[in-house]
């Protein structure tokens, strides 16, 4: 009587066993949705964006918003991120763009100044956007103010600077105040954007630091501040 070959049953065995890794993977890497319409796919511009660590500098706050602002953006034309911001650079893709997936120019810049003020409204909830008083420096920077207008602004209690400067709704006028629009105009490579955003971004935002610095200071003390 001869053996039984078990050649014929490796393949089949094995094709099980990859399946079975495959699943195993799939399961470990938070897919048990695998197969399901439902989640979206990770480079899609709908997926939440990991929170930043905390900083004590404007700087990175503002890029965070900027990027996360576009991809809000993008997540509500139903577009991607990179496909939105090949399009910004010109007024006829952008139009394009925006009438493809039921809107118009106007309401892709309104997408993308809403999706940033939503981004630094869920840093602000996190508790991630630097106090005033941590910004004094880059305040007195940007508004180039004399040592001793600095130096002054220094020996405020910090409380007293977080409660006229607070850094979300410092943010958020000087997002609301962006002509977008008109700023998208002076670009012409999908490069420029990002940079001129946070640019437009960080100065209006000084320039509103200013405004509710001058609004409580006396008239012979503006001079310091530049007013």
Do not use: N, W
């Not at 039921?102 to 003020?117: C, D, I, Q, R, V």
């Not at 409380?159 to 997002?175: H, N």
């Not at 320039?207 to 610095?213: M, V």
């Amino acid at each position: 009587m001869s053996s039984l070959d078990p050649r014929p049953l490796i393949l089949p065995f094995a094709a099980v066993a990859v399946v079975a890794v495959v699943l195993a993977v799939q399961l470990a890497s938070g897919g048990a949705s695998y197969g399901s319409t439902a989640s979206a796919p990770a480079s899609s511009p709908c997926v939440e964006r990991a929170l930043p660590a905390a900083s004590t500098d404007l700087e990175p706050v503002i890029e965070d918003a900027v990027l996360g602002g576009l991809e809000r953006a993008a997540c509500s034309l139903g577009v991607t991120r990179e496909a939105l911001l090949l399009a910004l650079p010109s007024s006829r893709d952008r139009l394009a763009l925006a009438r493809a997936h039921g809107s118009t120019e106007a309401g892709l810049e309104a997408a993308l100044k809403t999706g940033m003020l939503t981004e630094v409204r869920r840093l602000d909830r996190a508790g991630l956007l630097p106090p005033a008083s941590a910004l004094v420096d880059t305040y007195a920077d940007q508004l180039g103010l004399s040592g001793l207008a600095a130096t002054a602004i220094k020996q405020v209690p910090s409380s007293v600077v977080d409660g006229l400067l607070p850094t979300g709704e410092v943010l958020e006028r000087a997002i609301g105040g962006l002509d977008v629009g008109r700023l998208l105009t002076q670009f012409d490579q999908p490069g420029g954007i990002e940079p001129a955003l946070r640019t437009a971004i960080q100065d209006a935002a000084v320039a509103e630091a200013k405004s509710r610095l001058l609004d409580q200071v006396p008239d012979s003390l503006r001079g310091l501040l530049g007013g």
